[in-house]
């Protein structure tokens, strides 16, 4: 026990988070509504549950490493891809971007919390009960096994008879609800509780993002509820949405599912180019270059999202039209996030880079996802997607994307906000092996998957027959690099914890940053700020230390 | 028939006139991505070996640049430029690759079911599983249904994958330039045993295939040997026509699972999990489960010699 645990109302700063006195017992974490225990719980369920899927996406590895194995029969495959699927978009992905962004975005517009506190703790226990409620279908008679985006007629009672197709979309349902609870909390936080003088220009580029972030979440969970009703009403209610043999459409599905989907998709993705857009300026002891063009080309992508929808929809024979379309937003959402890339290399360019943890994976961030971003484009070239879709180029392609781009943008976050939130310097040790093993084993693991869908491996196959060219080797590879890859994460977890006990005292803003949150103790006070100053540019802190010139004014190139 | 001497399984082994229009496109936009990934790449090691900071330094900040609207200028404009290329070469491909169908009837009518494919040629009035035959050089229109669940149609050497949807049947043109054995996949995941819904493709000479396309219009013989009659009697008291037809069999008239009027024509069993000899296909009758986990086939308790004596029936039918 410390001081200021034994004597709350002593003065001796507190700089770590175990004795921050409002935080003492189990039960102010349970009943909290306070935002940065709110985003600190939302971070660890996301990382806990990334833990779950990684071992699910070992097990894939592991069947998938030599030809006609079966370790695990093929019902269990197919509902361990299912799984793995469904827990990294909706129970890694979402808690870890919601996490960051309730923890951060108070702290950085100068707000003492979110708009609806209550509301905050209702989106973070709803995502709790919703994800144990799709676990519980292990229990409950077999897991879903209709793939993350559970195409009909399978999904219906009529091919996936057990109950984990009902727990998955209630699951699902009720997570959603959460999202767009949240989603609404963070826009009118955003909108209306931001410091004097930080107007909409000047808020940080991370802050921006979630807010386009948190339109799109409003937007487009609703369709993914919608149809995750029909399909309920399908599965209980013997009704016939998705029914072709009574007038129904499973193309239905496919068009509510992916307008959700390939926003959900950006989603996901936005939030790391946000903590980039933080981390890479900071290191590179540069203002963010072109940022208004930044977050132009944001809200440019967040338009173009709600566009693209049919290009998971390339190989349905829609007709010409239709398709093609689909493909010019496609072709188009390209050039926006190609400009946020140049941004950030131009950012880099004259700088005088440190390079830390959150750095390094900043910087294998931006090689990784402008590959993901590549092979995108190509899906976009809709002969090249009737040609490429559903092989292993996809999976290759969207493991780019979210493990390559989503989740080592966020680790880098981790490592730059964990100062912030506990007080205490994350191990650069454990960092940079943590580093090197998962940027080897990533790369490792999903690079060779594009060559195999370029021989013709389909996705989702929970094996593959004896004797094609190539597809034993490379997928022998591929497994061997995703042990690599699980012990990475694993290391990446002990070193939270290692730190956390162990880390240097990190002091309110360890990396000299410029943004309103590194005016705060770490681990900030509960109500955040003593006093907030009056904003004059997108880098507050700059200000503070040189008088002016936190927007750059007094340089132009 | 030997799956492992199949022609290379690649999306770029050009089979098709079709694939020679993807393959070209593909290349074309491959080069643009690795360019622009090299372009990347480059000027990050180039940041890193020049930028990084001096060990002397004297903790004062670089200068400040807000932005550049020159360079924003053209870092919008080149990739607007290239995507436009890449717009028009799309629409043109699609165009070349999937003209408009019009009045045209399909040659072949490919039919996904769990987990297996059946084909049907409606101008010869064949109806066939698990192993297409078309002819070189000639344009084939394909119809592409489902059954039960989606399905997808990919021979990898083809190109062009499409999916088949219940309710929603779609086309594709295969027009083949050269012979050979294709290979594919079921694309669109859709079961069990999505992995093993394998698609085998036999490109034949005109001549070829128009002797085969002959034979599995006719009706099929019928053996005199003992053991085939029995065989034939066991088949159509037992629950096998439940499932399955042979063309000139009164009792054999369900299309459920796959036809069997030319079955000993075929090179494989069970869409290709096992090669089509009696022996073998007397192992599946008894317990297709040990070979295909999960197919909708139930194991159907036969004794060895009445298994036998089906299998010798069946690989009569020729």
């Known amino acids: ?557 | 028939m030997d799956l492992k001497n199949a022609d290379f399984t690649s999306i770029f082994n050009v089979a098709t006139a079709q694939n020679k229009l993807l393959v070209d496109l593909h290349w074309f936009t491959l080069g643009i991505c690795l360019v622009i990934a090299f372009v990347v790449t480059g000027l990050m090691v180039a940041i890193i070996a020049k930028f990084r900071t001096p060990e002397n330094d004297d903790g004062s900040e670089p200068k400040q640049i807000h932005g550049n609207t020159r360079l924003e200028i053209i870092w919008t404009a080149i990739p607007m430029l290239i995507v436009t290329v890449l717009g028009v070469l799309t629409a043109v491909t699609m165009i070349m690759v999937n003209p408009a169908v019009g009045t045209k009837k399909p040659d072949v009518i490919v039919v996904g079911h769990q987990w297996w494919w059946e084909y049907q040629y409606p101008k010869y009035g064949v109806t066939t599983a698990n192993e297409l035959y078309l002819p070189v050089g000639e344009n084939a229109l394909f119809e592409i249904r489902a059954a039960d669940v989606v399905h997808s149609f990919w021979v990898v050497a083809f190109g062009q994958k499409m999916d088949a949807i219940p309710g929603h049947p779609t086309n594709m043109f295969v027009h083949p330039t050269k012979t050979g054995l294709f290979l594919g996949t079921c694309s669109e995941y859709c079961g069990a045993q999505h992995g093993l819904m394998r698609i085998i493709a036999h490109v034949v000479s005109k001549p070829e295939f128009d002797d085969w396309i002959k034979q599995q219009a006719a009706l099929p013989q019928q053996s005199t040997d003992p053991a085939a009659v029995k065989g034939k009697e066991l088949f159509n008291s037992a629950t096998c026509v439940q499932c399955h037809r042979i063309a000139g069999d009164a009792e054999a008239t369900a299309r459920i699972g796959p036809d069997l009027t030319h079955i000993a024509t075929r090179g494989t069993l069970g869409a290709g999990v096992l090669e089509n000899t009696t022996d073998n296909l007397a192992k599946w009758m008894q317990n297709p489960q040990q070979f295909k986990p999960g197919c909708n086939m139930p194991n159907m308790r036969l004794t060895n010699e009445e298994a036998h004596d089906i299998a010798v029936y069946l690989e009569n039918l020729k």
């Open chain 1, 1 to 557: 026990m410390t001081d200021s645990a034994l004597h709350p109302h002593s003065h001796k700063p507190v700089n770590w988070l175990r004795d921050v006195p409002e935080y003492q017992g189990i039960l102010s974490w349970l009943t909290s509504i306070d935002h940065k225990q709110l985003g600190i719980l939302y971070i660890l369920s996301a990382f806990a549950f990334l833990v779950v899927g990684a071992f699910l996406g070992l097990l894939i590895r592991i069947q998938l490493m030599f030809p006609m194995n079966h370790v695990i029969s093929q019902e269990a495959y197919n509902q361990v891809f299912t799984v793995h699927g469904t827990t990294m978009v909706f129970f890694v992905g979402m808690p870890l971007l919601f996490g960051f962004a309730v923890y951060l975005t108070p702290l950085m517009i100068g707000a003492r919390d979110m708009a609806f506190p209550r509301l905050n703790s209702f989106g973070y226990w709803v995502y709790v009960f919703g994800a144990i409620m799709m676990f519980f279908s292990f229990l409950a008679g077999g897991a879903p096994a209709a793939g993350w985006f559970a195409y009909p007629p399978l999904s219906e009672k009529g091919y996936l008879f057990n109950s984990g197709q009902n727990y998955w979309a209630l699951s699902l349902f009720v997570t959603g609800i959460g999202s767009v609870a949240t989603g609404v909390n963070l826009v009118v936080t955003i909108l209306t509780m931001r410091a004097p003088g930080m107007t909409l220009k000047r808020v940080p580029l991370f802050v921006w993002m979630i807010l386009m972030d948190a339109f799109l979440v409003i937007f487009s969970l609703p369709a993914l509820n919608a149809a995750l009703v029909m399909i309920l009403f399908d599965r209980i209610l013997n009704t016939h949405f998705f029914d072709a043999t009574v007038g129904g459409s499973p193309l239905l599905w496919q068009h509510f599912f992916w307008f959700f989907g390939h926003p959900e998709v950006y989603i996901l993705i936005l939030p790391g180019w946000g903590a980039i857009s933080e981390i890479i300026p900071v290191f590179s002891r540069k203002l963010l270059f072109g940022a208004g063009v930044m977050a132009a080309s944001t809200v440019a992508i967040t338009f173009l999202s709600f566009g693209v929808w049919v290009h998971h929809m390339f190989a349905t024979g829609l007709g010409f039209a239709p398709l093609y379309i689909f493909a010019v937003t496609s072709l188009l959402i390209a050039v926006p996030t190609g400009i946020k890339v140049w941004s950030w290399l131009a950012t880099m360019w004259g700088g005088k880079l440190k390079f830390t943890t959150a750095m390094l994976h900043s910087m294998a961030f931006l090689i990784q996802f402008t590959i993901g971003g590549l092979s995108g484009v190509m899906f976009a070239v809709i002969p090249l997607d009737w040609q490429l879709t559903d092989s292993y180029f996809v999976v290759a392609h969207f493991h780019y994307v979210l493990v390559g781009g989503m989740l080592f943008s966020l680790i880098a976050g981790v490592y730059y906000w964990y100062p912030k939130a506990t007080g205490r310097m994350m191990s650069e040790t454990l960092g940079k092996w943590q580093f090197w093993l998962m940027t080897v084993g990533f790369n490792g693991t999903f690079f060779v998957l594009h060559i195999l869908g370029i021989l013709g491996m389909p996705r989702r196959v929970y094996t593959y027959p004896l004797g094609m060219p190539g597809w034993a080797e490379l997928n022998f590879f591929s497994s061997c690099c995703s042990f690599i890859l699980v012990f990475s994460i694993l290391l990446f977890v002990y070193n939270l914890i290692w730190s956390f006990y162990h880390g240097q005292i990190a002091g309110p803003n360890p990396w000299n940053a410029w943004t309103l949150e590194w005016l705060c103790e770490s681990p900030p006070i509960a109500e955040n700020f003593e006093r907030v100053p009056v904003v004059r540019s997108r880098r507050p802190l700059w200000d503070l230390q040189f008088g002016s010139g936190g927007d750059g004014e007094n340089y132009h190139a």
